[in-house]
């Protein structure tokens, strides 16, 4: 009962901060807004990866697989092409499910709020004050970018686990390829990894990694990004052969 309580609690956070955020919008303006809060500019060329290196590579969204990019909209924000970074829909129905389940099952956030956090704000910060910030950042960088700029500098920037940033690095980290060449059931394992990589990524946590590689397979099928017959396949795969790496990973 205590962590239903809980979790009620933090999905009821999560819409009054965005219902809040919105209704500021629409009487201050944007540009007021995120004067006041101090908001970064909305700039996908000044997004730094905190990684090393080498370890992070960017490419293009047409050279990664087309299987990639639809797995981590099913992974991650399947209604990413039909809203404008804030998704009220996905948000009410991600409180119902984590309401449900008793914990946290499903997040709430889209790629472009996902971007405007990892991209530019205080990943330590846990304030009313940083969530408008993310919501007001995610509604620029739509008004500025396409779709496809936004899920491009998505996948080049955030983190797979193993030391790897961005999907080049993480698909030959884990499977020896490059992001061009991942299949379907590599793409979903890839993008289970995002809502935890630096705990699905261990070696200790492979039978969860699996589950959510399945997890993200079945959620392709049921939004027809790949067939029944598809879906069956890779599933079978789960998961293909992962090179080596550090002993406390995959």
């Not at 609690?9 to 901060?17: D, E, F, I, R």
């Not at 293009?60 to 639809?70: A, H, I, P, T, V």
């Not at 990413?80 to 129905?93: A, K, N």
């Amino acid at each position: 009962m205590g962590r239903l309580k809980h979790v009620a609690k933090a999905v009821l956070w999560l819409l009054l901060t965005s219902i809040a955020a919105l209704v500021l919008l629409r009487v201050f303006g944007l540009p007021l807004l995120s004067a006041y809060l101090k908001v970064p500019r909305a700039d996908l060329s000044a997004i730094e990866v905190k990684s090393q290196p080498d370890s992070h590579s960017s490419v293009k969204l047409e050279k990664m697989s087309k299987w990639m990019q639809l797995a981590i909209l099913a992974a991650e924000d399947h209604r990413f092409y039909e809203h404008h970074g804030i998704d009220s829909l996905g948000l009410i129905r991600a409180g119902i499910d984590n309401v449900r389940a008793g914990h946290m099952v499903e997040g709430a956030s889209t790629i472009t709020q996902q971007l405007a956090k990892i991209g530019f704000l205080d990943q330590e910060e846990r304030t009313a004050r940083r969530k408008f910030s993310q919501l007001i950042l995610a509604v620029e960088l739509e008004d500025k970018y396409t779709k496809d700029q936004i899920l491009e500098a998505y996948l080049n920037t955030i983190y797979f686990g193993r030391g790897a940033y961005g999907i080049e690095s993480a698909s030959k980290t884990y499977f020896g390829v490059p992001a061009s060449g991942l299949s379907i059931e590599q793409s979903a394992f890839l993008a289970g990894l995002v809502r935890a990589p630096s705990i699905l990524g261990r070696k200790e946590n492979l039978k969860d990694a699996k589950t959510r590689q399945r997890q993200v397979i079945q959620a392709m099928r049921e939004y027809g990004y790949v067939s029944r017959e598809q879906g069956m396949q890779a599933d079978r795969e789960v998961p293909t052969k992962i090179i080596g790496g550090r002993k406390d990973c995959l």
